[in-house]
């Protein structure tokens, strides 16, 4: 069975702080797929990054950037200089395997409110 | 860019009427899928689909729900006969071999 654990409900900071997003996750694979995805108020899902399981190096991409641990299967996500414009559920995703048509197992979502 | 589209972006059911949500998937893609939220809740996996047929489903997607690609194109999804429950949003998705899936913006369904 596959699982994500997305503990923080809701956060809150004002803008120009930085922010991370906890993702935890269980697999029993040695091949998986970990995704982040933005849901804006607006309602569409917005795909933000990819990591495999035998890619570890962390990712930075303006001031988003990812640190994923398989020691504690753990994949978090960093808003540097949060801006309103983040302000948006985000959604951590685990693709099991290595079956390309396979389900994405989401987390539950956290609401990050960034507030001027 | 391509991107998957969905229509209608709101429909409104009375209970035990049969909807079809129809999404177009970006065009060089392989697999679809669908998905719904429940408002405010997380993102749940209905089912997907390769090479004309059901790869996997899960225990939501019982037998009110179908899937059907008719055409080169499009990719919907039936529910025969809706219930107060089936109120989400439905997100359809596709995806290349071993890619992010892409998600379309949705169909809201709400029943009544």
């Known amino acids: 069975a596959q699982k994500v654990t997305q503990a923080q409900t809701e956060i809150s900071v004002v803008e120009k702080e930085d922010v991370t997003l906890d993702c935890v996750y269980e697999t029993r694979d040695t091949t998986y797929y970990l995704f982040w995805y933005k849901q804006p108020p607006s309602g569409e899902l917005v795909f933000l990054i990819r990591r495999n399981s035998f890619d570890e190096q962390n990712e930075i991409s303006g001031r988003y950037s990812w640190n994923f641990q398989k020691s504690t299967s753990s994949f978090n996500f960093t808003i540097t200089a949060s801006q309103v414009v983040d302000s948006a559920v985000y959604f951590c995703?685990?693709?099991?395997?290595?079956?390309?048509?396979?389900?994405?197992?989401f987390g539950e979502g956290t609401q990050l409110t960034v507030n001027p | 860019e391509p991107e998957v589209t969905q229509t209608p972006s709101h429909q409104v059911t009375q209970m035990g009427q049969e909807v079809i949500l129809r999404c177009v998937p970006i065009?060089?893609?392989?697999?679809f899928y669908w998905y719904r939220q429940i408002l405010g809740q997380k993102v749940e996996f209905l089912v997907s689909?390769?090479?004309?047929?059901?790869?996997?489903k899960s225990e939501i997607f019982d037998d009110q729900f179908s899937v059907e690609r008719p055409d080169g194109s499009n990719f919907t999804l039936k529910i025969r006969s809706t219930k107060l429950e089936d109120s989400a949003m439905y997100f359809c998705?596709?995806?290349?071999?071993?890619?992010?899936?892409?998600f379309g913006p949705g169909t809201r369904l709400t029943v009544t």
């Open positions: 998705a596709s995806n290349r071999v071993f890619y992010e899936q892409y």
């Open positions: 995703a685990l693709h099991q395997g290595e079956t390309s048509g396979s389900r994405l197992t």
């Open positions: 065009s060089n893609h392989l697999y």
């Open positions: 689909f390769y090479n004309n047929e059901i790869s996997e």
